[in-house]
């Protein structure tokens, strides 16, 4: 592979910079001291982010942005009038976003999906006619959407949607003689598989499918005599993390890998029945997560790494030296690179910090919107996360500046990488692959995970703003069109590898764009495996 370096750096060096950007109010939709609330972020597209907010005329109606005061506008007033539709639970499948929204048709709470326009903002499926469905938790997993719904029987279930109405179904009846209720879905890498928790006769359990009502079944009773209460599912590499009691420690952080032999507590931060309450959990693309929790006895409320080992599972930074804390809360891992939260440090109220490289050194307050001890309250959630970073490395968050109220802000990340998509492949081919932020004068290291074995691979690098074309499935091919660099075929060495690909000393790259996608091999005739899609800005 390293025979495309001089490729690569000769190209990289033809890209004039992108004029640098700083933290903005992107629009102010509702004026005055309320503000418009911005929440749920959802990318529709490359680009293009769909959200939640009120303008203070049409309610809480669905809006898109672009990142401009221009290309920020509302999509449809599905509750026409002051009264609010209150979309939620946003979720991406194909090249629209659905979600749960409130209209003037029915009496409740349904299925909806938009294409970003006021006529393509339809109600996907009205599931409970006589009263509200109210869908929860959509998460993608492969070519569907899984999902809990109230039938007309009143009975809350597991469902799942491709897309069309005859298509969005229940997957199963978990208890028959009530409602199961299931909650904090998420996949399991990217297997098909999900785990979910679940009340089957009053025991809140954790549960895994597989889509089909024969592939569901519990994973492990945790807490035999009563309930784990498991909750805060996320993504930790091709496991899962969460907190769960079992009634010999208290409320602690465990991880899953779908079995009941491989689901266990993690680590018992503290000791006992005690609680340290781990929770707002944010995933990184090399499969680490971060999450905050309590060791009142030592550090108090810190922040936290896991990379799913007990020897990996630890304090990453003392935010507050000492018992006092931050109260770090609503945690993002950006780009790769920084964890953004909302915190306090007793003299300014709660503003947006930054933890770079997870260190001491790196903390900071990225920006005291209200002077003292008034709170700018930076949040908008996102499935649960506070903070939502797009494909173009642009942080959204709603906060308070005191004068236009909670309203959209925008911060451009510097240097930043994400995983995009998810694997395509042939049968159990789907590798993966991450970054890190390509730092002007540094390394970018392309890391892969579970390489089809037997195959020969290329490293593929778009240059220039990606142009994604859907593959199906939730692939989609990253290499359209713009300046191309292959790395040639090479014998893939194992299911992982890394290559580091140097970053030229050019501060006029800062802003440049660039894709990255792995194909793979077996014959060079036919395409074994494609990886997701890597997206990425060079910076400081």
Not at 395 to 423: F, H
């Amino acid at each position: 592979m390293n025979a495309m370096l001089p490729r690569l750096i000769t190209a990289l060096a033809v890209f004039a910079a992108l004029p640098a950007q700083a933290p903005a109010l992107v629009r102010d939709i509702q004026s005055g001291a309320i503000g418009s609330q911005p929440s749920e972020f959802c990318e529709l597209r490359a680009g293009i982010t769909c959200f939640g907010a009120d303008d203070g005329v049409n309610g809480r109606e669905l809006w898109i942005t672009d990142g401009s005061a221009a290309g920020t506008t509302l999509v449809r007033d599905i509750q026409p009038g002051p009264q609010n539709s209150t979309p939620h639970w946003l979720e991406r499948l194909g090249n629209r976003v659905y979600f749960a929204a409130t209209d003037n048709s029915g009496p409740g709470t349904e299925l909806f999906a938009t294409d970003g326009t006021t006529a393509g903002t339809v109600m996907g499926k009205d599931i409970n006619a006589f009263n509200r469905s109210t869908p929860a938790w959509l998460t993608r997993v492969g070519g569907r959407i899984y999902f809990t719904a109230t039938d007309d029987n009143f009975d809350n279930e597991l469902w799942c949607t491709d897309g069309t109405a005859a298509g969005t179904v229940r997957v199963i009846d978990l208890d028959p003689a009530g409602s199961s209720q299931p909650a904090d879905l998420c996949e399991l890498g990217y297997s098909g598989v999900f785990v979910f928790t679940a009340n089957v006769g009053g025991d809140r359990e954790l549960w895994r499918s597989d889509g089909t009502a024969a592939g569901t079944w519990l994973v492990r009773n945790i807490h035999p005599t009563s309930t784990s209460f498991p909750g805060a599912l996320t993504r930790c590499g091709d496991k899962v993390v969460f907190q769960a009691t079992d009634g010999t420690n208290g409320a602690e952080l465990w991880i899953t890998d779908g079995t009941t032999a491989g689901t266990v507590i993690l680590l018992d931060i503290m000791p006992g029945l005690f609680d340290s309450s781990p929770y707002s959990f944010s995933a990184s693309d090399d499969g680490r997560c971060v999450f905050t929790c309590n060791d009142w006895f030592t550090f108090g409320q810190e922040l936290w790494v896991t990379d799913g080992t007990p020897a990996g599972t630890m304090m990453a930074v003392d935010l507050e030296p000492g018992m006092g804390s931050l109260l770090p809360s609503h945690l993002t891992w950006a780009g790769n690179r920084d964890v953004y939260l909302r915190g306090t440090d007793g003299v300014n109220g709660s503003e947006l910090w930054r933890v770079r490289g997870l260190a001491a050194a790196g903390t900071t307050m990225v920006t005291e919107l209200q002077p003292g001890i008034a709170s700018s309250d930076p949040q908008a959630t996102s499935h649960g996360r506070e903070t939502f970073q797009d494909s173009f490395g642009r942080l959204y968050l709603a906060a308070d500046d005191g004068v236009t109220g909670s309203e959209l802000r925008m911060i451009p990340l510097g240097a930043w990488s994400k995983s995009v998509d998810r694997p395509c492949g042939v049968g159990a081919n789907r590798p993966e692959l991450a970054a890190s932020p390509p730092v002007i004068g540094s390394t970018c290291t392309f890391t892969s995970a579970h390489a089809p074995a037997g195959t020969w691979t290329a490293l593929l690098l778009h240059l220039g703003a990606p142009s994604p074309v859907d593959l199906g499935d939730g692939c989609r091919n990253h290499m359209n069109g713009g300046a191309l660099v292959a790395a040639g075929w090479i014998a893939t060495p194992g299911p992982t590898w890394t290559l580091a690909v140097p970053v030229p000393a050019a501060p006029a790259l800062a802003g440049l764009q660039m894709a990255a996608q792995t194909v793979y091999s077996a014959a060079f005739v036919t395409i074994d495996g494609w990886s997701n899609g890597v997206w990425l800005q060079l910076g400081f």
